[in-house]
């Protein structure tokens, strides 16, 4: 059974941080791809970032020096690190398992993320 638990969302005024937690339960953590998803009203879902069991990441363009996806694989935790947050990072932002650059296998329940002009 896996489980992903988000914290950390909250309202930031923009050009502020906020740093995003992902829990997993389950084993083999740390042979899994690891991401973060959001959806904002209105538009479909999107990849924001993601990171290989290697370490390896990847990002939305728009997201590109601004956010920074990690793992600490002993305590079973992805987080995202989101600096100089615009409104249009407003969204409801999910945690994923699964493989590739788009792991998309397991949900968790999401956690919202307002950024205020």
């Known amino acids: 059974q896996v489980q992903l638990v988000e914290s950390g969302g909250g309202l930031v005024q923009s050009g502020g941080s906020l740093r995003l937690s992902c829990a997993a339960s389950g084993s083999r953590f740390s042979a899994y791809a690891m991401g973060w998803y959001r959806q904002a009203p209105g538009k479909q879902r999107e990849m924001v970032a993601a990171?290989?069991?290697?370490?390896?990441?990847n990002y939305k363009d728009s997201v590109k020096g601004r956010f920074t996806i990690s793992r600490d694989n002993a305590k079973k935790t992805v987080y995202l690190q989101m600096n100089s947050l615009k409104p249009e990072d407003t969204a409801v932002y999910y945690c994923?398992?699964?493989?590739?650059?788009?792991?998309?296998?397991?949900w968790g329940q999401g956690t919202q993320v307002t950024v205020s002009a």
């Open positions: 994923t398992r699964g493989t590739g650059n788009y792991p998309s296998d397991y």
């Open positions: 990171i290989r069991s290697s370490g390896i990441s």
